[in-house]
């Protein structure tokens, strides 16, 4: 029998006794930074903190990491910091550990996350063994990760299968562009604009008068109750009532400026009647390069004044739950009096997604 150096019973039980300690002291350090508020409370007792686990060092990495809260943003952020400094002081990794935690879903997003970037390093093998598994992963980032890795692997003029799985994986825009994309030069043309979720039929009234940038700040009728039979005075006076508007943009942009006329200083609606076959919970998401209003069954759900700003796919995004059967959504899009040219755009696109900004296609505007 191989000899075997033996632990004096006292020093073990010490030492049990101490890791004990450790471990207890590491979850009240964590639960200090798990109490911080907005508006900087707790912010000092925090800073304590996470000085704290910084000292511990690589025995306070998986539990500072088990801590984040996708509901606590501010709390993250410390727990963040903290998750750097233990990593700058201790240049071992956990790799098996690290593995572990980003395989379980049960845990937040950002931690995992940030484990997914400390297992790349630490172990590239294990990180991109996992990476088959995420396809369908909650985080953003690590689906992300999953479809580049899955569509390099797929040969070029083949894998048409493969493309459609990915395809349905996939959440951002530049991907989603080069599956479909590769997809049609295997004779498979994909309709982008169902895929993103746009909507592309609207009831829209405008022109209606906003000069002196007083269009966002007033309250017009349809922002108190729709009624798409009414007629309203619209610019220079002239009584203007709905009318639906079509739009062919892949993308679902309507061009206002095309479809009603070149004008400044005015205020545009746009309302459609979503049916859900469900309650669930999905986002609406609006690009526009003007002000914004968004009323969701009646109620004001998000509202922005800037004009000009640029407009990219996915700009706002607003948290809403569909109820079964008719939901009403109304955008308010506001042109303020700019003269310049570059000042001239008017429009918008909006969809429907799930929180990752996968599109769901529901019936619009069915009366």
Same mark, same amino acid.
């Not at 952020?77 to 098996?96: F, H, K, M, S």
């Given at each position: 029998?191989?000899?075997?150096?033996?632990?004096?019973?006292?020093?073990?039980?010490?030492?049990?006794?101490?890791?004990?300690?450790?471990?207890?002291?590491?979850?009240?350090?964590?639960?200090?930074?798990?109490?911080?508020?907005?508006?900087? +409370?707790?912010?000092?007792?925090?800073?304590?903190?996470?000085?704290?686990?910084?000292?511990?060092?690589?025995?306070?990495?998986? $539990?500072?990491?088990?801590?984040?809260?996708?509901?606590?943003?501010?709390?993250?952020?410390?727990?963040?910091?903290?998750?750097?400094g233990i990593v700058q002081g201790d240049a071992r990794?956990?790799?098996?550990?690290?593995?572990?935690?980003?395989?379980?879903?049960?845990?937040?997003?950002?931690?995992?996350?940030?484990?997914?970037?400390?297992?790349?390093?630490?172990?590239?093998?294990?990180?991109?063994?996992?990476?088959?598994?995420?396809?369908?992963?909650?985080?953003?980032?690590?689906?992300?990760?999953?479809?580049?890795?899955?569509?390099?692997?797929?040969?070029?003029?083949?894998?048409?299968?493969?493309l459609q799985k990915l395809l349905l994986a996939a *959440?951002?825009?530049?991907?989603?562009?080069?599956?479909?994309?590769?997809?049609?030069?295997?004779?498979?043309?994909?309709?982008?604009? *169902?895929?993103?979720?746009?909507?592309?039929?609207?009831?829209?009234?405008? $022109?209606?008068?906003?000069?002196?940038?007083?269009?966002?700040?007033?309250?017009?009728?349809?922002?108190? +109750?729709?009624?798409?039979?009414?007629?309203?005075?619209?610019?220079? !006076?002239?009584?203007? !009532?709905? *009318?639906?508007?079509?739009? +062919?943009?892949?993308?679902?942009?309507?061009?206002?400026?095309?479809?009603?006329?070149?004008?400044?200083?005015?205020?545009?609606?746009?309302?459609?009647?979503?049916?859900?076959?469900?309650?669930?919970?999905?986002?609406?998401?609006?690009?526009?390069?003007?002000?914004?209003?968004?009323?969701?069954?009646?109620?004001?759900?998000?509202?922005?004044?800037?004009?000009?700003?640029?407009?990219?796919?996915?700009?706002?995004?607003?948290?809403?739950?569909?109820?079964?059967?008719?939901?009403?959504?109304?955008?308010?899009?506001?042109?303020?009096?700019?003269?310049?040219?570059?000042?001239?755009?008017?429009?918008?696109?909006?969809?429907?997604?799930?929180?990752?900004?996968?599109?769901?296609?529901?019936?619009?505007?069915?009366?």
């Amino acid at each position: 029998m191989a000899n075997r150096a033996i632990m004096p019973i006292g020093l073990a039980a010490v030492l049990v006794m101490s890791s004990a300690v450790w471990s207890g002291e590491v979850e009240d350090w964590l639960a200090v930074i798990r109490s911080v508020g907005k508006e900087g +409370k707790g912010n000092a007792r925090a800073a304590t903190a996470t000085n704290q686990l910084i000292a511990r060092g690589q025995p306070a990495l998986l $539990p500072t990491l088990k801590a984040f809260d996708a509901k606590n943003p501010i709390a993250n952020n410390w727990l963040l910091t903290a998750v750097n400094g233990i990593v700058q002081g201790d240049a071992r990794l956990p790799a098996a550990e690290l593995e572990a935690f980003v395989a379980d879903r049960q845990y937040a997003v950002p931690a995992r996350e940030i484990a997914y970037e400390l297992l790349a390093q630490a172990d590239p093998d294990k990180a991109q063994r996992l990476l088959p598994g995420m396809l369908d992963d909650p985080s953003a980032a690590l689906r992300r990760q999953a479809v580049a890795a899955a569509l390099r692997a797929v040969p070029e003029q083949a894998g048409e299968a493969q493309l459609q799985k990915l395809l349905l994986a996939a *959440r951002d825009k530049d991907q989603i562009e080069e599956i479909a994309n590769r997809l049609e030069t295997l004779g498979k043309k994909i309709d982008l604009t *169902r895929h993103f979720g746009f909507i592309t039929r609207w009831h829209v009234l405008a $022109p209606l008068e906003g000069n002196d940038r007083a269009g966002f700040r007033t309250v017009y009728p349809p922002e108190e +109750k729709v009624d798409l039979a009414a007629t309203y005075p619209g610019r220079a !006076g002239k009584m203007i !009532g709905w *009318r639906v508007l079509t739009t +062919k943009h892949q993308y679902g942009v309507l061009d206002l400026n095309q479809a009603i006329e070149k004008v400044k200083g005015v205020v545009a609606f746009a309302y459609a009647v979503i049916e859900s076959p469900s309650e669930r919970a999905v986002q609406i998401r609006v690009g526009t390069p003007n002000s914004l209003k968004v009323y969701f069954n009646g109620k004001l759900a998000y509202a922005h004044e800037e004009y000009h700003h640029g407009m990219d796919q996915d700009q706002y995004i607003v948290p809403v739950v569909l109820r079964k059967g008719p939901n009403t959504l109304l955008l308010k899009i506001v042109q303020n009096d700019q003269p310049q040219a570059w000042a001239d755009r008017w429009m918008f696109q909006c969809r429907i997604t799930d929180e990752l900004g996968g599109g769901i296609v529901l019936p619009t505007n069915p009366q």
